[in-house]
């Protein structure tokens, strides 16, 4: 009898330490989601007009071998134009166009000022580089916007930089069909 008495005693001691364990790991659990959830309430969709956009866009390039300046564009301006959905005012809106072809993480976003970064970007992919792109996004107004990006292209033993601004003007409601 005395045995049972002191094995009911250990597992009853074990029991409570393994809920004590598992009662801190669910708070802990529920303490992460908490702040995700939090973190990702704080993240808002630009403030503006959906459809067809002009983008203008100049880059200018440090590090750059003289024979990849001109593939580059380096500090020419060139205009495109973008068509913004409403699932882009979550992401970067004015990539659409481009040819960049980048993942975009938003790592800040208010109604008016996005944070974002960019990777596995298709820019370099020709030349064996991968660039990285990080970048801020700010609007005016419903339909104009402005932003500036940081691009640093790796690979082959270089390192480029490339300072990028662009300005951005809603031109109409809808986007031509592809």
Not at 74 to 96: E, H, M, Q
Not at 139 to 156: R, Y
Request: net charge positive; proline share 3%; glycine share 10%.
């Amino acid at each position: 009898m005395r045995h049972f008495s002191e094995l009911a005693r250990i597992l009853l001691k074990t029991f409570k330490e393994d809920g004590m364990k598992k009662a801190i790991a669910a708070a802990l659990l529920c303490l992460a989601a908490s702040l995700a959830y939090s973190a990702a309430g704080n993240m808002q969709p630009l403030n503006v007009k959906t459809g067809l956009w002009q983008m203008t866009e100049t880059v200018t390039w440090t590090g750059l071998p003289p024979q990849m300046a001109s593939a580059m564009n380096n500090g020419r301006t060139i205009k495109y134009k973008s068509c913004v959905k409403t699932k882009d005012l979550s992401s970067n809106p004015w990539a659409d166009g481009s040819g960049e072809k980048c993942a975009w993480t938003v790592l800040n976003s208010t109604g008016t000022d996005m944070e974002v970064r960019g990777t596995s970007c298709n820019l370099g992919k020709d030349y064996g580089m991968t660039a990285e792109v990080h970048g801020k996004v700010h609007v005016l107004d419903s339909e104009n916007g402005t932003g500036s990006f940081a691009v640093t292209l790796t690979g082959n033993g270089q390192t480029m930089n490339g300072d990028a601004s662009y300005t951005g003007k809603w031109i109409g409601a809808s986007c031509p069909t592809n």
